[in-house]
């Protein structure tokens, strides 16, 4: 680890811990730090800290050794303190606050798994973590050991599995999958690849964040046995790249496990264009693909991690042209109420005529793409083949191919029934599109 070009940190007040403790994961586990006077001996908290700390239906607080070293222990303002130790803003309210803001819950026909999309899912398999996030989206079932998922509910998450073939890819999250005993994880990924639908499997984790040693090679010699396998980290800024996460990464991406990474917006942590080019950057030097930017969810306790939008887009504004595009992350904005992720960036198409559209680049160059006048789409009929998606997850593409006019808000038929009559004007033949016809093929047009 010593040719790393990245820091490797411990506090002082683990300068005796021999190194067969340190670089062992179950110590690590064991000696996390979550009472006022274990904080005490690491950094000086704050009147703010410590009131958060003593309150009750605190959302459950630890952090490893590993992760605490990583800290300023005089900065109150450190991005790594900000991320898990908590203040009492997190006590305060706020409007749109939610308990589960994503509707995973309403989402999941069996406790744990989420089915939001038409082919993948995302299965909770643990709600315990190495150490917590204080922003955590799923702090409603985190953290409490009580509220994890038994052994029935695995085996009817596999049932359903195994009776939806449409699901071709499982993303397994939680709380995080890698602290689950070495034995159960590997029982839950040989039973996933038992179903032959499934093509790909995912694991989003932040153990090579929190808890590095845990990606021993015995680890990666598991996980390459269920391959495809891909995985998500969850960097947030450049001071969590240590050289042993630099090494945990080097070990799993030479076990032929691509890496992305899902960093959230965080006031006060990473909401900064020149962070996030530095975090981005020293990803990918790890070989990690930034993935995903969210926006801060409305959940409990994370108010005052929240940013305004624009200041998103600001980011993106300062990433896309200015570097790799391997380093570009996609902003999104996952929608309360369950209507999933939704990808927002900065306008580029600034307008368009027929057979004309005019373009912006990231230094404000404004250029026209000139569009073929004789262009004639690929014939459907060479897709046949493929799988259509389920009836009402069609969306706007839907539209587009003719499969439906018009997607209508709840009870817009009703309210615009006015409660009237039938009446001999009214005939629903009317309505319904004369020009196009669903499934049918689109007549090949001469060729002039
Ligand atoms: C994020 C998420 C996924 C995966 O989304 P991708 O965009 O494919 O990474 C799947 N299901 C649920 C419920 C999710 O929240």
Known sequence: MTSSPFPSKRAPLYADVPDEKWFNWRWQLSNRINTVEEFEKVIHLTESERKALSATHLFRVDITPYFISLIDPDDPDDPIRKQVVPTDAELTPFTAMMEDSLAEDRHSPVPGLVHRYPDRVLMLVTTQCASYCRYCTRSRIVGDPSATFSRAEFEMQLEYLKRTPQVRDVLLSGGDPLVLAPKILEEILSRLREIPHIEIVRIGSRVPVFLPMRITDELCDMLQKYHPLWMNIHVNHPNEISAELEQACDRLTRAGIPLGNQAVLLAGVNDNVHIQRD??????????????????????????FRTPVAKGLEIMEGLRGHTSGYAVHQYIIDAPGGGGKIPVMPNYLLSMSDHKVVLRNYEGYITTYEEPIDYLPSHAAKFKGQKRPEPGQSGVLGLLEGEQMFIKPEGFDQVHDRSGIEHRLKDPKKWVPLGIGAGEEPETPSQT
């Open 279 to 304: 975090l981005v950057q020293k990803l990918v030097r790890i070989r990690v693909r930034p993935y995903y930017l969210y926006q801060c969810d409305l959940v409990a306790g994370a108010g005052h």
